[in-house]
């Protein structure tokens, strides 16, 4: 029953997919796999390593999938494959989690089109990376005190990252926008925010944001009448 309501949300959202600004949704037939490929080693690289992460990841003009980056996780990918495809009798967690991150992760990584300006969201690994997690907890396991040690440092870490993303999300919708805008300098997104935000209390500056993000590519009718 779970599976049959999965699939018929899923139906639900994809007829609602028909509107709104284009990005993935707009790259040709033939070139959508490899942006859905581009998204699956950039959520994999911001699991593994969560370091400059952002509100928004617009969506690449080009697609570096074949950078240092892209042809590491290429190698690697298949390598835990077959690694966990080998191990599956004696401990079957690790296939279990490699297959439930992809399956999970799947329907978002651009295959299927959906309209927007990024090409990736950090929510949308709040499942999928439960698969990762069950491969990091059996790695660390054991009788080993070193694993325990690692663990112990692994979950340390993780939480100051943690804590210090949060004092981000805590500074308010203009300090978002404005690493938005520090990483991604090319994102009209993250100016034509900004400059909604400015409207109230500096009018000039939020001129100066709505005409960046018009050269910027960004179409809003707002941003003509500001």
């Known amino acids: 029953?779970?599976?049959?309501?999965?699939?018929?949300?899923?139906?639900?959202?994809?007829?609602?997919?028909?509107?709104?600004?284009?990005?993935?949704?707009?790259?040709?037939?033939?070139?959508?796999?490899?942006?859905?490929?581009?998204?699956?080693?950039?959520?994999?690289?911001?699991?593994?390593?969560?370091?400059?992460?952002?509100?928004?990841?617009?969506?690449?003009?080009?697609?570096?999938?074949?950078?240092?980056?892209?042809?590491?996780?290429?190698?690697?990918?298949p390598l835990l494959f077959v690694f966990a495809v080998r191990l599956r009798h004696r401990s079957p967690t690790v296939l279990f989690g490699l297959v439930f991150f992809l399956l999970t992760l799947f329907p978002i990584l651009g295959f299927i089109p959906f309209p927007g300006s990024a090409i990736a969201a950090d929510r949308y690994t709040y499942i999928p990376a439960i698969g990762l997690s069950l491969i990091a907890g059996w790695a660390v396991q054991?009788?080993?005190?070193?694993?325990?040690?690692?663990?112990?440092?692994?979950?340390?870490?993780?939480?100051?990252?943690?804590?210090?993303?949060?004092?981000?999300?805590?500074?308010?919708?203009?300090?978002?926008?404005?690493?938005?805008?520090?990483?991604?300098?090319?994102?009209?997104?993250?100016?034509?925010?900004?400059a909604l935000l400015c409207e109230g209390r500096d009018p000039s500056r939020s001129v100066e944001l709505y005409t960046a993000a018009l050269e910027r590519g960004f179409v809003v009718p707002a941003a003509y009448r500001n």
């Open 142 to 194: 054991g009788g080993h005190a070193w694993r325990r040690i690692l663990g112990t440092g692994l979950c340390a870490l993780l939480g100051v990252l943690c804590w210090r993303r949060a004092q981000v999300w805590e500074g308010g919708s203009e300090r978002l926008w404005e690493e938005v805008k520090s990483q991604y300098p090319e994102s009209s997104v993250a100016y034509a925010h900004l």
């Open 1 to 77: 029953p779970y599976f049959a309501l999965a699939i018929l949300f899923g139906l639900a959202l994809l007829s609602t997919q028909h509107t709104g600004p284009p990005a993935v949704s707009a790259v040709v037939r033939w070139d959508r796999p490899w942006y859905g490929f581009y998204a699956l080693i950039f959520y994999i690289e911001k699991t593994v390593w969560p370091f400059g992460l952002s509100l928004l990841y617009p969506t690449p003009q080009s697609l570096p999938v074949l950078n240092g980056r892209g042809i590491v996780c290429w190698i690697l990918i």
